[in-house]
């Protein structure tokens, strides 16, 4: 009989250390927003929080450091185990746009 809990994560990633479960063909920004993180880095002019906006590559909101490379969109990011992330784009700016009030 189904039920209605999910079984589990299998697979878990890190973020600023902390371990976060992820689904196998999870994106990154998909498992922090289902472990409710909703924000990963801050605006450089006001400090206001981004995470996930458009979900699907185009914004640049989404930017965080993942496995040690800079300006990564969580929205595309594969959440395969031991993938290693940290909040902030891990560079000073944006590389490509951004909604960056
Ligand atoms: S949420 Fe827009 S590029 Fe990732």
Redo the contacts with the bound molecule.
Sequence with gaps: MPTAEPEPAPNTITFDGEPIPARPGQTV?AALTEAGIRSWRETRKNGRPR?????????????LTINGQSNQ????APAEDGTSCESGSGEEGLRDGGTDE
């Design positions: 920004g995470g996930l906006f458009c979900g699907i590559g185009v914004c640049y909101d989404c930017l969109r969580a929205c595309l």
